[in-house]
């Protein structure tokens, strides 16, 4: 082995390593990376919530168009430069998600709590009362949809009359729940139904003082 050999063996080795390790190491860390980058925005947006998260999205996407066009625009600008600007953004963007899990989720404003006039549940194709008693002042009417496909509640002026809802009530999945909020309907006798099983119905009595318990009379079959 020459003297030359013994000099560039160093080189030779460190290109070695260079084709060997490279190619594997540089993936990996962009993948970690960008598990990072996402895992911190994803808690960002959790946290602001609603159309702050919105704009707080479309900010980073523009920042970041913004950034890859000048840096394409710019070919000469030096890799230390670029490494600088990605490390001080993924400090940036780890300090806010670290801040946005401790201040927790947004939930937004869920509004107050509204206690159920009358409970009504919906399984085996049939409602849990036959009669619907309602307020004439209007009633919160909580309906938990038990059976294995959806239902509704709709109000009707009569079992004829079906073209102008009093009331209809928005079709709930499978297991289920909403509650409805009837509005004021004059004192008299209606018809209610499921709009998706028909069959499901009855009367909705409508009087001054409405649902004298939580809950009404057991179903009968259609």
């Known amino acids: 082995m020459t003297d030359q050999d013994v000099a560039q063996r160093p080189r030779m080795d460190r290109e070695l390593r260079e ?5 594997v190491l540089i993936p990996v860390l962009a993948i970690l990376l960008t598990e990072v980058v996402v895992f911190s925005m994803s808690q960002v947006l959790l946290t602001t919530g609603g159309n702050t998260a919105v704009v ?4 980073s996407a523009l920042a970041i168009l913004v950034g890859a066009a000048a840096i394409a625009a710019r070919p000469k600008i030096k890799s230390n430069a670029i490494v600088g600007l990605l490390v001080v953004s993924l400090i940036g963007t780890v300090a806010a998600a670290g801040l946005a899990m401790q201040r927790g989720p947004f939930y937004g404003d869920e509004g107050p709590h509204v206690e159920a006039d009358l409970e009504v549940s919906a399984a085996n194709l049939a409602f849990s009362v036959d009669t619907l008693e309602l307020a004439a002042t209007g009633t919160v009417v909580a309906l938990a949809n038990e059976d294995t496909q959806a239902h ?5 002026p009569s079992k004829e009359q079906l073209a102008n809802p009093l009331f209809r009530g928005e079709i709930i ?5 909403i509650n409805y ?6 004192v008299g006798t209606y018809y209610f139904h499921c709009d998706v099983h ?24 259609a």
């Open 173 to 177: 999945p499978a297991g289920d729940s």
């Open 56 to 59: 707080v999205a479309l900010g």
């Open 152 to 156: 509704n509640i709709a109000v009707y």
């Open 198 to 221: 028909p069959n499901m119905n009855g009367d909705a009595e409508v009087t001054e003082a409405g649902p004298a318990s939580g809950a009404g009379e057991e179903a009968t079959d």
């Open 181 to 186: 909020e009837v509005p004021p309907i004059e």
């Open 19 to 23: 084709r060997t390790i490279l190619p």
